[in-house]
């Protein structure tokens, strides 16, 4: 079964009683419909709250509890949620990572920036672990992440990369606050931002500095095939166009054209944000993360954001956040200044 | 026989794009496919099946047949993609 339901529910009704079809086969219709009927109810919630949260955001994250953490298991089929597992004891190291590391990404997002989880207001951050068989993959389906275990040749399992946890409960919020859509401009800022806050989070663990840290996407889930092509990491946000990433990506905004898959568009607003916290020295998530985090949640939906208007908001929130610390709006214009986007060429292209 | 070239593309690993170390890609004969599936192909090509928005790192397929008019692709998100084509792909390094 996949994500999206492209058969009505009351054909899968009527498949799971047709005496004749055989049991497995009914028993599978019976089992999608009710899953189907319950990912429906929490598309429709999720929804709702998309819309109530922006409204009276302060109210409700006053009052919200923390978020619920749940992790299901797919049993290596793409059927979702799959079944509960009961908590990080039960075995399974992927459970046990999922659970941890969600933990961890939700008291990230709440000690550093004071989000209660994805939407602001508690949601329950919900994970499917051994997604699909040896899936290489990781996602965020519009209301839960899913992981695959990866083919163990070019990926491993993706619970393994905490940055790649990071990265698809961001896409969570992000689709709670600027609602980004996922194409053009938009499309490569919404995957910076999964990147941005996923490094940060992984920097934020580990304790580091912008110095220290290595500033790679998904070097925990890189495979051994992979590994002796000398290939390190997906991406590199402080070298996008490396030959040691699986997917090298432009530096310059100007290399961006319309329809380019979002994980190359990427590139330059993320070399922007490195350079940024490079720059000034260290913790990302002290100052720069900062401001990206504000530009993210305070100015409302923008779903076909540009690129150079993104920018201009870090100056604009640099010079409201830091306006008594001229470095972080110095760092962050020589971030830009990095990918073609100085003060003056952005206003060219504007 | 007619044949339906598939190419998986995105993902969180950015499969398929512009200097990608990744690529992943398979082959079907139409007649190989059940006839549900069949008729699933025929109404991706013909623009009958709706196409839900991209959901972000979700994989998209690219499937090419050839016809009397000449080839022709379309780009379509993971959901409507039914498995036999996508399990007809294979991920290679280059
Ligand atoms: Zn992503």
Known sequence: MCTCFIVPRDILTKLSQDPRLPPDIRKAAADTARVAQEIRDLRIQALRLTSIATMIQAPVTAIAAAPAITVFDCGHTQSLPGRPISGPQAGDDSAKRAFDETTQVAKFYKDVFGRNSIDNAGMTMMSSIHYGNRFNNAMWNGTQMLYGDGDNAIFVDFTLGNDVIGHELTHGVTQHSLQLEYTDDAGGLNESLSDCFGSMFRQWEKGQDAAAADWLIGSDIIGPSARDRNITCLRDMADPAGAHCLAPQPTQYSQITPGMDPHYSSGPPNLAFYTACKTLGGKSWEKIGQVWYRVMTTFGPSPRMKIPEFANRTRQVAGQMFGGTPDVGDAIEQGWSAVGLSRSEGAAIA | ?94
């Open chain 2, 1 to 94: 026989m007619e044949r339906l070239q598939i190419e998986r593309l995105g993902g969180l690993a950015g499969f398929g794009g512009p200097g990608s170390r990744i690529k992943s890609k398979g082959e079907v004969g139409m007649s190989d496919l059940s006839a549900a599936d069949q008729r699933a192909v025929a109404d991706l090509f013909d623009n009958k099946t709706p196409i839900p928005p991209p959901k972000p790192d979700a994989f998209r397929y690219r499937i090419t047949r050839q016809t009397a008019q000449g080839t022709q692709a379309i780009e379509v998100p993971e959901d409507v993609v039914p498995p036999a084509l996508r399990n007809s792909v294979k991920d290679t390094l280059e």
